[in-house]
């Protein structure tokens, strides 16, 4: 019985089966990264006077408020404005896992590692939305 280690031929297409596998885990990866770049999203607080708008990184790009922000305190408008912009880290979170998921998996290790630096006490929460 030849041993495999040994055979050229079987050599060669491990190394090339090793080789396509690289390069597509490197198109993947990256197809991840540019779709968590592109990421932007919005959420309301839980009474939908504040609309908060994040980018990729989690920073507050863009905050409108509904008319009813004339009708409550300052008080609850900056507890709306922390609701909303904590939802929309959580939503973030959310749809980066879903970026991941559909490009290097969830599961694997380049997933998880991509999807650390989404992880923040928001998103933790088990209450949910504010």
Do not use: C
Request: glycine share 6%; hydrophobic share 45%.
């Amino acid at each position: 019985m030849a041993n495999p280690l040994l055979d050229a031929e079987d050599a060669r297409e491990r190394l090339e089966a090793w080789q396509a596998n690289a390069v597509r885990r490197a198109a993947d990866t990256q197809a991840a990264a540019a779709g968590l770049r592109a990421l932007r999203v919005a959420a309301t607080d839980a009474h939908g006077i504040v609309e908060v708008t994040v980018d990729s990184t989690g920073a507050m790009a863009d905050v409108r408020l509904s008319a009813r922000v004339q009708r409550v305190s300052l008080e609850q408008t900056q507890q709306a404005i922390m609701g909303a912009y904590r939802n929309a880290r959580v939503k973030l979170t959310e749809a980066a896992a879903e970026v991941v998921r559909e490009t290097v998996g969830a599961d694997s290790a380049t997933g998880r590692a991509l999807l650390a630096g989404f992880r923040t006490a928001d998103t933790e929460d088990e209450e949910g939305r504010y």
